[in-house]
């Protein structure tokens, strides 16, 4: 019922900077937590960045805290992270979430607590 895709990856330096966008097309996106997930080759998808419905609560991994920051534009069905100081170890794919129902106001950590996902984007930090 909710698409979402991602743009805004591409290859960058380290140090550089990125701003990921991940656009809905459902008419309840003001009511789904949002999140973002990275997975590299060989690893497992893990958590990145979460947001509330109301742009009020944040959750970052202790990896990436500090240096991105996600927000969110409901006028727009729109949610974003601005990635600062990119070091080689945030190549990955970057994959958008929308998650709803108990227990996502805090935005989950967990991948299997969000309903709905994206395509991905890719994104490649060189050194």
């Known amino acids: 019922q909710v698409q979402l895709i991602e743009s805004g990856g591409g290859l960058v330096q380290a140090g550089a900077s990125l701003r990921l966008s991940c656009a809905a097309s459902?008419?309840?996106?003001?009511?789904?937590?949002m999140g973002w997930f990275r997975q590299a080759p060989g690893k497992e998808r893990e958590f990145v960045a979460g947001?509330?419905?109301?742009?009020?609560?944040?959750n970052y991994a202790d990896s990436v805290k500090g240096r991105f920051t996600i927000s969110r534009d409901n006028a727009k069905n729109t949610v974003y992270l601005q990635m600062n100081s990119l070091k080689p170890e945030d190549t990955a794919v970057y994959y958008c979430?929308?998650?709803?129902?108990?227990?996502?106001?805090?935005?989950?950590?967990?991948?299997?607590?969000?309903?709905?996902w994206g395509q991905g984007t890719q994104v490649t930090v060189s050194s």
């Open positions: 459902g008419r309840t996106f003001s009511t789904y937590t």
């Open positions: 947001i509330s419905w109301t742009g009020g609560v944040t």
């Open positions: 979430a929308a998650a709803y129902g108990p227990g996502t106001f805090i935005p989950p950590r967990v991948e299997d607590r969000y309903n709905y």
